[in-house]
């Protein structure tokens, strides 16, 4: 059997697997260089004399996940210019998504020996390639990752990339800021090691708060199975109301927890201006000294940052959902998720 390098995707031919990359991937190279060129009425002509007729559904499939936003976009003008003014009916939201996907996870050795978690296969796919389907599917294309252990590895198409080279010595938390100048809009905040629905998503989406975390009420049932992830390590919340009161790992009882968070947010503009704020206060104020659950902030959980926000005066929501999702954090988990898929995420 053979694997393709960019998304993991498996073959059972040499063939099979050139086939595949030349369609699957090489057409977004040339459908970023037609970008531009979508209102032109030499793009078909284009196409067909360079890639040929076969080539130019997938070319088309390439261009609309890359520049679909752009495509509706001149299509609703073209409309209007006819006296069909559909623009009202859609809503245009400049959002991205930051996944973080550093961490060394020595709890899935032999599994990442020679790859990061995110790349781990389950069902055929990779965690981070099913993160990457459902942001796109739900509209958002425009996604940063944070490479870390094995970033060499993470290699996406249209996708940017940036880099932790300190990732065995701090904690996710600085991860996510090597990303701070991707954060001047409104952006989900993803963990790399988890699987999640696509409804799941588009919840979260609707949510209007400032900021947001997706909390699954139901999480006990998630702890039946797992051993080695005790749930000292889940991140618990306690909330009054609509608001999440507190968060974090092994400070919460259990019977008093309201659900764990699971690794999925959203900040607005103005969230994300919030979370920039009290990070840079955090830096100075909490460098060398212990930052909530972590010795210092360099080495903090994103959790610890929520919790100063809250600390703070800062309102965080919860977005309450029941199961669909599932953490990988272990070889058990691993084995786990893998024999129960399609009862977790409804998929074949």
């Given at each position: 059997?053979?694997?393709?390098?960019?998304?993991?995707?498996?073959?059972?031919?040499?063939?099979?697997?050139?086939?595949?990359?030349?369609?699957?991937?090489?057409?977004?190279?040339?459908?970023?260089?037609?970008?531009?060129?979508?209102?032109?009425?030499?793009?078909?002509?284009?196409?067909?004399?360079?890639?040929?007729?076969?080539?130019?559904?997938?070319?088309?499939?390439?261009?609309?996940?890359?520049?679909?936003?752009?495509?509706?976009?001149?299509?609703?003008?073209?409309?209007?210019?006819?006296?069909?003014?559909?623009?009202?009916?859609?809503?245009?939201?400049?959002?991205?998504?930051?996944?973080?996907?550093?961490?060394?996870?020595?709890?899935?050795?032999?599994?990442?020996?020679?790859?990061?978690?995110?790349?781990?296969?389950?069902?055929?796919?990779?965690?981070?390639?099913?993160?990457?389907?459902?942001?796109?599917?739900?509209?958002?294309?425009?996604?940063?990752?944070?490479?870390?252990?094995?970033?060499?590895?993470?290699?996406?198409?249209?996708?940017?990339?940036?880099?932790?080279?300190?990732?065995?010595?701090?904690?996710?938390?600085?991860?996510?800021?090597?990303?701070?100048?991707?954060?001047?809009?409104?952006?989900?905040?993803?963990?790399?090691?988890?699987?999640?629905?696509?409804?799941?998503?588009?919840?979260?989406?609707?949510?209007?708060?400032?900021?947001?975390?997706?909390?699954?009420?139901?999480?006990?049932?998630?702890?039946?199975?797992?051993?080695?992830?005790?749930?000292?390590?889940?991140?618990?919340?306690?909330?009054?109301?609509?608001?999440?009161?507190?968060?974090?790992r092994n400070i919460i009882?259990?019977?008093?927890?309201?659900?764990?968070?699971?690794?999925?947010?959203?900040?607005?503009?103005?969230?994300?201006?919030?979370?920039?704020?009290?990070?840079?206060?955090?830096?100075?104020?909490?460098?060398?000294?212990?930052?909530?659950?972590?010795?210092?902030?360099?080495k903090a959980s994103f959790?610890?940052?929520?919790?100063?926000?809250?600390?703070?005066?800062?309102?965080?929501?919860?977005?309450?959902?029941?199961?669909?999702?599932?953490?990988?954090?272990?070889?058990?988990?691993?084995?786990?998720?893998?024999?129960?898929?399609?009862?977790?995420?409804?998929?074949?």
């Open positions: 059997m053979l694997k393709c390098e960019i998304c993991g995707d498996v073959f059972k031919t040499a063939q099979g697997l050139a086939g595949h990359k030349r369609l699957r991937h090489g057409a977004y190279g040339f459908a970023d260089e037609l970008g531009s060129a979508l209102t032109s009425k030499q793009l078909h002509r284009k196409v067909v004399n360079r890639l040929g007729e076969k080539l130019a559904d997938r070319l088309a499939e390439a261009i609309l996940e890359t520049r679909g936003q752009e495509i509706l976009a001149l299509y609703l003008e073209e409309l209007s210019r006819q006296g069909l003014d559909l623009r009202s009916l859609v809503r245009s939201r400049d959002i991205r998504a930051i996944i973080v996907a550093a961490g060394e996870s020595n709890l899935l050795l032999p599994l990442t020996e020679d790859k990061p978690e995110c790349l781990l296969e389950i069902g055929s796919k990779t965690i981070l390639g099913r993160e990457l389907e459902n942001l796109r599917a739900c509209g958002v294309n425009d996604i940063v990752v944070v490479r870390g252990y094995r970033g060499d590895k993470i290699r996406y198409p249209a996708v940017r990339y940036y880099d932790n080279r300190d990732y065995k010595s701090t904690g996710i938390l600085k991860s996510l800021f090597q990303a701070k100048g991707e954060m001047d809009a409104e952006f989900i905040f993803c963990y790399s090691d988890i699987l999640y629905t696509k409804e799941v998503l588009e919840l979260l989406l609707r949510e209007r708060s400032d900021i947001a975390l997706v909390v699954d009420i139901d999480w006990e049932s998630h702890y039946h199975e797992r051993h080695l992830h005790p749930v000292s390590e889940a991140e618990l919340v306690r909330v009054e109301g609509d608001r999440i009161i507190e968060i974090g009882p259990p019977g008093e927890a309201h659900g764990e968070f699971i690794g999925l947010a959203r900040f607005s503009k103005n969230g994300a201006g919030s979370l920039k704020v009290i990070h840079d206060w955090a830096v100075q104020n909490y460098q060398d000294r212990a930052f909530h659950t972590s010795p210092s902030v360099d959790a610890d940052l929520i919790q100063e926000l809250i600390d703070q005066g800062y309102p965080v929501s919860h977005v309450d959902i029941r199961g669909s999702w599932a953490e990988i954090d272990t070889v058990e988990d691993f084995d786990r998720v893998s024999k129960h898929l399609k009862s977790i995420l409804k998929v074949s």
